[in-house]
């Protein structure tokens, strides 16, 4: 079964249009297995109508010219647990289209009960869209930083306000949480005392010289409680950032932090690997040292979350890399080397 998937994602191009009018009546676990393959094996990634395809089946005019039913909105997907988009989100689908597709695009097929009306000449009331996954337990939006991708943290919490049965959530890769990446570097004059000022949340000095983790700490803050459910969290790849984990932000009235006891209280397992490998024979110095800051920030990430709980909360399993005798060699002697001077 593995091999046959294998060879329709790779043969995508032909076989979306040869099996177009099969692909949906495929039992959910053979779909979401064969969107993870065209995901992570068909080159130029899976786009939104591969998406809809497969989950919903051609549009209702290609159905009707053949007269084949259209499916039920409301059972199609309901056994349907886990949604595979690793490589794809960003680069040839973006969480705008995914929202849409999930929360907008279906209507209810199943008979609405009858109301009594104000007045009898009044349309009869349509039916409101239907959640086409609405047993979704397991997601991954984990994306290659490598290709450049575009998401957008605001509209993850956009599509995070409605999974509200997530368990297992893969963010692999994400860049640093903020609702206004594009405002990194711009400036604004402020109309009080005429200075110029930090338009966005994030400054590019916030996290290096200011230590200011304000604007991640709110976002992920908000996360958080819209995805109170998780138990697994994958954070691969995300090192330069997942120090807004443990840290605090002190406001005017109060001090916001990730709630590891409350919001996040169910996560068990969290992976905070780096994603990469060094070969310690030839990587230069400063490449070894950094991947050793890596670890030492998820070991401090674990260590935090452990204390918050203190037994109120599940244990919990930080999962990250670690360093070979020769690499850690590298680390002992760098840090001898600093204490001497």
């Known amino acids: 079964m593995g091999l046959v998937l294998q060879r329709?994602?790779?043969?995508?191009?032909?076989?979306?249009?040869?099996?177009?009018?099969?692909?949906?009546?495929?039992?959910?676990?053979?779909?979401?297995?064969?969107?993870a393959h065209i995901s992570e094996m068909y080159g130029p990634g899976l786009s939104i109508d591969d998406l809809r395809l497969v989950l919903s089946g051609p549009s209702e005019s290609e159905l009707n010219q053949?007269?084949?039913?259209?499916?039920?909105?409301?059972?199609?997907?309901?056994?349907?647990?886990?949604?595979?988009?690793?490589?794809?989100?960003?680069?040839?689908l973006t969480p705008k289209e995914l929202h849409e597709l999930l929360f907008g695009s279906k209507k209810s097929t199943a008979p609405t009960?009858?109301?009594?009306?104000?007045?009898?000449?009044?349309?009869?009331?349509?039916?409101?869209?239907?959640?086409?996954?609405?047993?979704?337990?397991?997601?991954?939006?984990?994306?290659?930083?490598?290709?450049m991708p575009s998401v957008s943290w605001k509209q993850l919490l956009s599509i995070a306000g409605k999974l509200t049965r997530l368990t297992q959530l893969s963010l692999a890769g994400w860049p640093e949480p903020s609702l206004m990446p594009n405002a990194k570097f711009a400036k604004m004059t402020s109309e009080t005392t005429g200075r110029s000022v930090q338009y966005g949340g994030t400054g590019p000095y916030s996290h290096n010289l200011d230590e200011d983790w304000t604007e991640a700490i709110l976002v992920l803050k908000r996360l958080s409680r819209l995805l109170y459910g998780l138990e697994y969290l994958d954070l691969t790849g995300c090192n330069d950032?997942?120090?807004?984990?443990?840290?605090?932000?002190?406001?005017?009235?109060?001090?916001?932090?990730?709630?590891?006891?409350?919001?996040?209280?169910?996560?068990?397992?969290?992976?905070?690997?780096?994603?990469?490998?060094?070969?310690?024979?030839?990587?230069?110095?400063?490449?070894?040292?950094?991947?050793?800051d890596w670890i030492d920030e998820a070991a401090a990430v674990e260590k935090h979350i452990r204390a918050q709980r203190a037994g109120r909360g599940r244990f919990i399993t930080v999962e990250r890399d670690s360093l070979s005798e020769t690499a850690q060699a590298v680390v002992d002697r760098e840090k001898i080397i600093n204490s001497l001077n």
């Open 8 to 35: 329709i994602a790779l043969d995508w191009a032909q076989q979306r249009d040869w099996n177009r009018f099969y692909l949906y009546t495929l039992p959910s676990r053979l779909r979401s297995a064969l969107l």
């Open 241 to 292: 950032w997942i120090r807004a984990l443990r840290e605090k932000s002190d406001g005017e009235f109060r001090v916001d932090f990730v709630d590891w006891v409350g919001d996040w209280g169910k996560i068990t397992s969290l992976r905070l690997n780096s994603g990469y490998g060094i070969e310690t024979d030839d990587t230069p110095k400063n490449d070894v040292l950094r991947f050793s």
């Open 113 to 147: 009960k009858d109301v009594l009306q104000d007045s009898w000449d009044l349309p009869a009331p349509n039916a409101g869209p239907v959640d086409l996954l609405p047993n979704l337990t397991h997601l991954s939006l984990a994306i290659d930083p490598s290709s």
């Open 66 to 92: 053949y007269g084949i039913e259209s499916p039920d909105a409301d059972t199609i997907n309901s056994d349907f647990f886990y949604l595979d988009l690793t490589g794809s989100l960003g680069r040839s």
